[in-house]
């Protein structure tokens, strides 16, 4: 039922994800320098929570990128559960109540290592357990919340709404993360007690109870659309045989692997590689996300002038460009000049937004307008698991960006010589500092990718894919 009748209805629903997406990128971007800081310099004793090492980091990487792997895996019967559910209070509004409290739980464990010192094998599996758990929780709300923008919003106009809203509270989040949480920090506040506190905001992914019409009330319970049921392996075949989705997922994948890479190391980059302390990482991180919703503006506005093909090549090439800047404004090339250093990452920050805003928005755009209009073409219900496999697709290159690439190079160090002056205790971050170039390389492959989408997702770009999977089906 399109129940979202008014638009502060559409802003309301959009912010069921503020929450859960604030803890998760908060999480992602600042848990494993907290248990392996050796990236860090400045404000050390508040970003990581011991000053020293708690994992093993060699065996720590990998258990990040199988958790990671498995946040990707999950998704596809989590997808199918909650695209084919039947209850009498619905498919969508159960599955957000049952996503919930685990979530809470393993969020808290996560943060809470059973023994401190140093290299500790049971921290290492304790930790990588409680990924699992807490990736399998946000996935069923998030798949869940996406799930239902085919059926909730009743045109592409109000699910691009929708998506804009999403981006803008994602914003906020990033904002709070990536601008505020560092003046905690430069003010002594260790940042696991920071994570702690912010998670009731975890609670907004209630707010779906009280919007979404369904269940037996209005007609859809258990016996809802059963012609719309999709068995798993038709769910499957049906996107993964989908070109237009698939030529998207590559580009995507490609931007994803460059913003997750980026997201969970920006603090060492910073910290680390430019040597500022926490109050500049605040104001650098502000001119990277505050623009947002400006830059989101223009982008919607060049969507309908030129296409989300040629929209969405620009930000990508724009932030493959953008991202450099954390290597022109290093320590190592200005040991002297703080301040040029501070000016190249604020201006490449901004410019940088174009792409952090496009890489918000149009994985809910794309995924969410594909489905609806097979939905219109053949019946066929099955949006979360387009989201599912985007989310596969994107889990694995997390696990291959943050995993064994981000938490292996990281530990790339050599002596801090300036002036011919070796300095005592300190080094320079060589592999953090290799960070950007390997993500702008990344950015340019998927860039060139993106020149296979279409110009636009239209009805009738869809219909014809649709129906050329089923004419290959029936023949």
């Given amino acids: 039922m399109h129940s979202l009748d008014k638009r502060w209805k559409e802003l309301l629903f959009a912010a069921n994800s503020f929450g859960p997406n604030l803890l998760f990128t908060l999480l992602g971007a600042y848990l494993t320098d907290a248990l392996n800081p050796i ?55 159960p599955m957000f109540l049952l996503s919930l409290i685990p979530q809470i739980i393993t969020f808290l464990l996560v943060w809470t290592p059973l023994e401190f010192r140093e290299n500790s094998v049971l921290n290492t599996l304790w930790i990588g357990f409680m990924l699992l758990g807490y ?18 919003c009743k045109d592409e106009a109000q699910r691009v709404r929708v998506g804009n809203f999403k981006s803008f509270f994602d914003t906020i989040g990033f904002c709070l993360v990536y601008a505020l949480l560092p003046i905690f920090i430069s003010k002594g506040i260790n940042i696991r007690t920071v994570a702690l506190c912010a998670m009731p905001l975890m609670l907004t992914l209630l707010i779906p109870l009280f919007l979404i019409k369904e269940g037996d009330k209005y007609g859809q319970g258990k016996d809802y659309l059963p012609q719309a049921r999709v068995p798993l392996k038709d769910s499957l075949r049906l996107t993964l045989r989908n070109r237009l989705f698939l030529r998207w997922i590559i580009p995507n994948a490609c931007a994803y692997f460059g913003l997750n890479m980026f997201l969970a190391s920006q603090n060492t980059l910073i910290s680390g590689v430019m040597n500022l302390p926490a109050n500049w990482a605040a104001i650098m991180n502000t001119c990277a996300f505050a623009p947002v919703p400006l830059m989101l503006f223009i982008y919607y506005k060049m969507i309908q002038k030129k296409g989300i093909r040629f929209s969405y090549r620009v930000a990508i090439g724009s932030f493959a460009i953008a991202i450099l800047n954390f ?15 501070i000016v190249i990452g604020c201006v490449g920050g901004f410019f940088g937004s174009f792409g952090i805003g496009a890489f918000f928005a149009t994985p809910y755009m ?9 939905f219109k073409t053949n019946g066929k219900d099955h949006t979360a698991m387009y989201f599912a496999i985007q989310s596969l697709a994107t889990s694995v290159v997390a696990a291959i960006s943050t995993g064994l690439v981000y938490e292996q190079v990281k530990n790339i160090v050599s002596p801090k010589v300036i002036d011919g002056v070796v300095q005592a205790g ?34 009738e770009v869809v219909a014809k894919e649709v129906e050329r999977i089923e004419s290959k089906q029936k023949a």
């Avoid at 990581?48 to 199988?66: D, E, H, K, Q, R």
């Avoid at 290597?327 to 250093?341: D, K, M, W």
């Avoid at 995924?367 to 097979?374: K, L, N, V, Y």
């Avoid at 953090?432 to 279409?454: D, E, K």
């Fill in 39 to 93: 990236g860090l310099t400045a404000n050390l004793e508040s970003w990581s929570l011991t000053g020293y090492c708690l994992v093993v980091p060699s065996m720590f990487g990998i258990t990040w990128a199988l958790s990671k792997v498995f946040d990707g895996l999950i998704d596809i019967p989590l997808a199918h559960l909650t695209d084919n559910i039947r209850t009498r209070w619905g498919r969508r509004r």
């Fill in 135 to 152: 990736y399998a929780s946000y996935t069923l709300s998030m798949i869940t919340f996406f799930g239902s923008s085919s059926s909730i």
């Fill in 327 to 341: 290597c022109l404004g290093s320590e190592f090339l200005f040991p002297h000049n703080v301040t040029a250093r």
């Fill in 366 to 374: 794309v995924p969410a307008q594909i489905a609806a209009m097979e």
């Fill in 426 to 459: 300190e080094t320079w971050k060589i592999g953090v500092s290799l960070v950007p170039v390997i993500l702008s390389l990344m950015c340019i492959f998927g860039f060139i990718m993106a020149g296979r989408m279409p110009k636009q997702y239209s009805e």
